[in-house]
């Protein structure tokens, strides 16, 4: 529930909010595929809705976290 709360929230455009809950509720430590990659989706939501400038680095970090979860779970 957790989970679905906080993808909520981001799917809403809430990012900020969504973050902020993501490591209030715990989804953070959730070692669960869908949570883990929830958190990229966080990063990427914020590159996009942050300076241009801080575009590139922002979508590097997202990214990051996409190929954790994938090198860890092959998913």
Same mark, same amino acid.
């Given at each position: 529930?957790? &989970?679905r709360m906080v993808l909520a929230l981001a799917?809403?455009?809430a990012t900020e909010t969504a973050a902020?809950? &993501?490591e209030e509720l715990g989804v953070r430590w959730q070692t669960d595929t869908d949570s883990r990659?929830?958190?990229g989706r966080i990063l990427k939501d914020r590159a996009f809705v942050g300076p241009a400038g801080e575009r590139k680095?922002?979508?590097a970090?997202?990214?990051a976290v996409y190929r954790g979860v994938h090198d860890?779970?092959?998913e």
């Open positions: 529930i957790r &989970y799917r809403a455009g902020r809950e &993501y990659s929830l958190w680095g922002s979508l970090a997202a990214a860890d779970t092959g």
